[in-house]
């Protein structure tokens, strides 16, 4: 028999790595520096010439780094933050934690990415009703694909704002020649295991080219203190990574761009067997996804899952409700429907996906998929 599919293959990689993990840990146990050693710094350094932007911070979770990010802006109470509703909880999560209000915005069905057109319409709304101030976008890379950046960015230029890049799903991937973590002034990244570049407990990063920025980042994470860590500047909060995630880091980044290579080929494989015949998230010539996840989009995805199931195969849903009909947002919901939003958590559907797919795997999953259409 074959090997089963998985959706995500969290333990290959560590057979792989093993004894490379052993060594880096046990560096720790010799030189304990549990908090702040230098494979922190290590791998702040690494992160930064992977992604091409100057500073990079490493943080406890992907949540810090979007707290940190909308903390160092000084957001909140009164302030408009504008968001896709078709994201995970955290990206809500993180704006209503600083006091400011989130402004749900619909999504574009073939990116699944906020939708700058629908952006633009929502600040005029808010500009129009004069409550809140817009402040920040916070524009998601969906799956893997990096938000249209070169729309969004003018746009949120265009009204004082700030844009925040959470890119927790999407380190890696790219646009032009840059790379996540440098289409932006702000990227927040995630390190949960089964992330492009996962560790083995929670993590995350945050990425900028500013120098004031960054020396507030580094001082909210350490419970707002002076970098002498006398004097509380400002408030802030535990949202350090330790030694230990950073050296698992930095172990997962010697074959990082391997694996990237192995998504991009697998990516394809699916591509050329369903395309035409099944709709497939979307980016543009100049996107360079770093397939966190393969997503499609079918009309009986209920039956389809079970069929899959039925043979073995594993699927997911991400993300059976927008944010805006969550009991704890629905407060924020916009008066207009977001139909796009709506029509993803209603069709989209995650099919396995990790570096360690076999090509006859890929084929197995596309055949069983068209036939369950
Ligand atoms: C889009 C998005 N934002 C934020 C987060 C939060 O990251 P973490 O789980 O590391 O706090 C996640 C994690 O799944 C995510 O998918």
Redesign the pocket.
Known sequence: MSDPILFFDLKSPARRLRADIEKRLMAILDHGQYIGGPEVTGVEAELAAFTGAKHALAVA??????VIALMGEEVGPGDAVFLPAF??N??AN?VLMTGATPVFVDVDRATCNIDPAQLELAIERVVAEGRLKPKMVIA???YGLPADYPAIIPIAKQHGMTVLS????ALGGGQGNKRIGALCEMT?T???PS?TLGAYG???AMFTDDDARFERWSSIRWHGTDAAKKESIRVGLNGRLDSMQCAVILSKLTIFEEELGLRAAHAARYLANLKGKIAVQTGGPDDRHAWGLFTVMVENRDAVMATLKDQGIPSAV?YSMPLHKHKAFAPHAPAEPLVNCEWLAAHALSLPFHPYLTDEQIDRVSSALLAAL
């Open positions: 979770s992907g949540t810090d780094a979007l994201t995970y955290a990206t993180a998601v890379d969906l959470d890119a927790a799903q927040a995630s390190f949960y992330k929670d993590g995350g991400y």
